[in-house]
Each structure stands twice: as structure tokens, then as C-alpha cells.
């Protein structure tokens, strides 16, 4: 199938950020006074939200706080501390496969679940909102990543019709939502998603583990 857009997540695609809201909780629980003990931590998850719940859930649990002021917690603290330092850094490799898809003239734009103005900050101080026709944020708002009316929009946007759009997650969610718009889906690996890898193989038309593997693809399928 023909492609002559790409539409782009940012955390876990091309922003190395997972590993930051995943240790989110662990600030929270240091700030409140409360030791944990790094080596015997069962309720540790995959995401920040999933630890919140097990610990929540378990006899180690000491926070004076419901979950959902821990999550509110957790992204105060991602927004106001994290993503203004300028941290998280890029993926390995994500300006090879932006500058790929540069060269050969591909639109593209950016959909992210990241608040603004962290959005905003990211994307300057990495330097990639100059790939970009547009980017946007997916966070509190409606269309976000659960409906197809965000792809519709984001493909009209650009010039196209979903179906002339390729779409660059690492999200399973939002890989279905993609692909029932009419997009074409690619997957990149990244480690939280891992339990979802059957279905995200299932869901993408392709799989890469790492930028490198994207950017040569990229290249390939652009330069047809």
C-alpha cells in the first residue's frame, strides 16, 4: 500500500521517557518519608499507574492519599520537574528516522499524550518540532488516542486521507484506534509494552526493535 505521510507518537517512540513515569511512583513514595527497600519491591509494574494500584493493594502500603491523588501526583511531578529539564533524552537512533523521512520530503506530524506545555518543552528543547507540519497533544482532550476522529483529523491535516498515512507508535491502544481509521500502523519496541507484543504483531503491519531498523525501513518504503 502506497504511503505518503507519517503521523508520529512521541513517549516511547521517539522520546526515551518510559523509564522516568515508571520510577514516578518511587519519588512520591521518598518525598512522603516512606523507605522502600529497592531489592524486594513485588508491586514495581510496567507502568506508573499499574504500580500505584499494586502497592495500593498490598501490605507494604503507608501512603495517606487516594490513587487518584497519586496519579495527579505523579503527573505534576513528570510535567513541572521532568520535562522542562529536558529530560527524558531521544531514543537511540529517532533523528536518523525523522531525518529519513526529511530528506525524502515525507510530511509529518506529532501526536502526543503528554501534557502541554511539557509537549511544547520536548519537542523544542529536542530539537524535532522542525520535522513537523504540526504537533499536538492527545492529554485531557477530545479526540485523543481512543478515537479515529483524531487520525481522520491529523490525516486531513497533513493533506491525505488515512489511508495515505502511515502511523509510528509503541502503544497498542492507539495502534488499534490507528488501524480502524483506515492508517497504516508500524510498531516500535519498547520495554512497557511488552506484555502486548502478541497483539501489537497482530495489530502493526511491521515490527522494529530499535530506530535503526526504522530508518532504513523508512527510507524504503518512501523512496518507492
Known amino acids: 500500500m502506497y504511503m505518503r505521510a507519517i503521523i508520529f507518537d512521541m513517549d ?3 522520546l526515551d521517557s ?6 514516578a511512583p518511587l519519588v512520591l513514595l521518598e518525598r512522603k518519608g516512606i523507605h522502600v527497600d ?15 494500584k499494586n502497592y495500593f493493594e498490598s ?8 490513587m487518584d491523588e497519586c496519579v495527579a501526583w505523579c503527573k505534576n511531578y513528570m510535567y513541572t520537574e ?8 531521544l531514543k537511540p537512533g529517532a533523528l536518523d528516522t525523522l531525518e529519513a ?3 525524502l520530503n515525507v510530511p509529518m506530524c506529532l501526536l502526543s499524550a503528554t501534557a502541554e506545555p511539557s509537549l511544547t518543552t520536548s519537542v523544542n528543547l529536542t530539537g524535532i518540532v522542525r520535522y513537523f507540519q504540526f504537533y499536538q497533544t492527545t492529554c485531557d482532550v477530545r479526540p485523543n488516542k481512543n478515537d479515529v476522529e483524531l487520525f481522520e483529523n491529523a490525516a486531513h491535516k497533513l493533506g491525505f486521507e488515512t489511508k495515505d498515512c502511515l502511523v509510528i507508535e509503541d502503544a497498542l491502544y492507539a495502534m488499534t484506534t490507528a488501524r480502524a481509521a483506515g492508517c497504516n500502523v508500524w510498531a516500535i519496541e519498547d520495554v512497557k509494552h511488552e506484555k502486548d507484543l502478541p497483539l501489537i504483531l497482530q495489530t502493526a503491519s511491521r515490527y522494529f526493535h530499535n530506530h535503526q531498523e526504522l530508518s532504513q525501513a523508512i527510507r524504503e518504503e518512501f523512496s518507492k
Do not use: H
Not at 518510559?18 to 520510577?23: F, K, L
Not at 529497592?38 to 500505584?52: D, H, Y
Not at 501490605?59 to 487516594?66: A, I, N, S
Not at 521532568?82 to 533524552?89: H, N
Open 12 to 14: 516511547g517512540t521517539l
Open 18 to 23: 518510559e523509564g522516568y513515569w515508571t520510577r
Open 38 to 52: 529497592p531489592n524486594n519491591m513485588p508491586w514495581m509494574a510496567e507502568s506508573f499507574r499499574k504500580t500505584l
Open 59 to 66: 501490605p507494604d502500603c503507608q501512603l495517606d492519599m487516594t
Open 82 to 89: 521532568i520535562y522542562p529539564k529536558g529530560v527524558p533524552q
Open 101 to 103: 523521512a526529511r530528506q
